[in-house]
């Protein structure tokens, strides 16, 4: 089987039983590490509930990259531009992010949007572009990464997005890594830094990552990593300070939209 990342070469390093029943083949791409699951022909099965019940900390994440991204978008990018949550679930991010004044829209083709209704991608003009796309818990989902990837970039020059990379051992076993979830049948792509850093440069973008869950693709050429800091003490105490007046200062919160989107929904209604 061929990389899904590469075109190369792959081997096959186990096999495991998804949704409880099917045995599927796991292929690891030679060049990168990037793990990839046979032809996921379960999918649908896997889909029939958009969110699974399994992800029990969905509030939990929203509200931590809420204030994540919020800092990123703060030193990196026009905090008066518009933009968009890719793979928004039912809405409940872009609804955090506009309730801090942020002018997020949302998009899924596979999930109602419950909290975002009237701000939704739809809502916009055809070939919109947006300062920056969000894409939360959607990399280790594509079943054609690259192609699912280019799909997102047609929205805007910078793409910040969380998925695990793959931990240092050798993954011989579906038991190795938490982050395989085969009760749900999804997660059919697992990457490596060294995977995101290939997409990344073929695609024309620049690449910053945490190494952890934490990436960044984009046009620019950034002064410095946004996820990284010094793990000295006296650097990390400094920067906290000057992080802190920073967040006082340069940075006046912003003035919630919900408001705003409270009489518009309203007007919508009426």
């Known amino acids: 089987m061929k990389s899904k990342v590469t075109g190369g070469l792959t081997k096959h390093i186990f096999n495991a039983k998804i949704l409880g029943k099917y045995d599927v083949k796991y292929y690891q791409c030679i060049e990168t590490g990037f793990i990839q699951t046979e032809e996921a022909y379960w999918l649908e099965e896997a889909y029939s509930s958009a969110i699974t019940k399994l992800d029990l900390g969905l509030a939990q994440r929203n509200e931590m990259l809420r204030e994540r991204v919020i800092k990123v978008l703060n030193k990196y990018f026009d905090t008066n531009a518009i933009y ?11 609804r955090m992010m506009r309730d801090k004044g942020y002018n997020f829209y949302h ?8 909290f975002a209704e009237h701000f939704d991608v739809s809502e916009l003009w055809a070939d919109k572009k947006f300062e920056l796309v969000t894409a939360f818990e959607v990399f280790e989902h594509m079943s054609n990464p690259v192609t699912e990837i280019e799909t997102i970039a ?5 793409i910040l997005f969380t ?11 579906i038991e190795d890594w938490w982050y395989f979830i085969p009760e749900t ?9 060294k995977s995101l850093d290939y997409i990344a440069g073929a695609l024309g973008y620049n ?5 952890q869950s934490n990436h960044l693709f984009t046009r620019k050429k950034l002064s410095d990593n946004p996820f990284i800091l010094s793990r000295d003490p006296f650097f990390i105490r400094k920067m906290k300070k000057i992080v802190n007046k920073f967040d006082r200062k340069a940075v006046p919160e912003k003035e919630s939209l919900l408001p705003k989107d409270f009489d518009l929904v309203k007007s919508k209604l009426s």
């Open 163 to 173: 998925t695990e990379i793959q931990p240092g051992q050798k993954l011989t076993s």
């Open 107 to 114: 998009s899924d083709i596979y999930c109602q949007n419950l």
């Open 207 to 211: 690449f910053y990552t945490d190494g």
């Open 185 to 193: 049948g999804q997660h059919i792509a697992l990457h490596t830094e």
């Open 154 to 158: 047609k929205y805007g020059d910078n």
């Open 84 to 94: 968009l949550d890719y793979a928004g679930g039912y809405g409940l991010f872009t």
